[in-house]
């Protein structure tokens, strides 16, 4: 069974501060994609990031980038430079057998 | 770009009423959709795969005969909420994959929250 952990329910960053949210997953499968979605209070999800488990550079998307730690099962999201904006609930998910799997998000609140 | 809508974007509705969901992939060709639902606070939990001109496929512990899912075409599926109740009550959100592309190419929709009272 495939699963996504995100153990950091809520963080608080200063504007400007780089910040890392956690994300674990677990998977039998050889082949497999994780991703970054970030959801402000308005709902809709925003695609962020994507990193396929055969990629050898770890994924980047301006101020986003992907540690991918494929032996630690590790896929933490990096944010550069915070801006008010960033605020949001993120999500981190895995695609496999056909569908995606979210975990269960981090609150991310930046300061000004 | 790939566009996806929803409508309505948010509707209540008396319990025992039956409540339907468009999702629209504007300027491209889907064959697999995906509904979810959101409670408030939590992550997005699958409901259902949906493919154009087949019967969808449902996720554990989610009752077809009560998220009735029509793939009617290439840019449309529908979820109905039948004899809804206020548990149903949520943020459902759809996802349309773009044909001949890699699953990680999904585009969500803005969402409907749904409320029954």
């Known amino acids: 069974a495939q699963k996504i952990t995100q153990t950091q329910p809520g963080m608080f960053v200063q504007e400007k501060e780089a910040v890392t949210l956690d994300c674990t997953y677990d998977?039998?499968?050889?082949?497999?994609?994780l991703f970054w979605y970030k959801q402000p209070s308005s709902g809709e999800m925003i695609f962020l990031i994507y990193?396929?488990?055969?990629?050898?550079q770890n994924a980047t998307e301006g101020r986003y980038s992907l540690n991918f730690q494929k032996a630690r099962k590790s896929a933490n999201l990096v944010i550069s430079a915070s801006q008010l904006g960033d605020s949001a609930m993120y999500f981190c998910a895995m695609e496999g057998a056909s569908k995606i799997i979210f975990g269960s998000g981090t609150r991310l609140s930046i300061r000004p | 770009g790939a566009v996806v809508s929803q409508h309505p974007s948010w509707v209540i509705c008396k319990s025992g009423t039956s409540v339907k969901i468009e999702c629209r992939s504007l300027?491209?060709?889907?064959?697999?959709m995906f509904w979810y639902r959101q409670f408030p606070k939590q992550s997005l939990m699958l409901m259902a795969t949906s493919n154009e001109g087949s019967k969808a496929t449902y996720e554990q512990g989610v009752e077809k005969d009560k998220f009735l899912i029509n793939h009617a075409s290439l840019t449309l599926s529908t979820l109905t909420v039948t004899s809804a109740h206020p548990e149903d009550s949520s943020f459902y959100i759809c996802?349309?994959?773009?044909?001949?592309?890699?699953?990680?190419?999904?585009?969500f929709g803005p969402g409907t929250r749904l409320t029954v009272t």
């Open positions: 996802s349309a994959e773009k044909i001949g592309r890699a699953i990680h190419e999904q585009y």
């Open positions: 990193q396929g488990s055969y990629d050898q």
């Open positions: 300027d491209f060709q889907a064959t697999t």
């Open positions: 998977t039998s499968d050889p082949s497999y994609g």
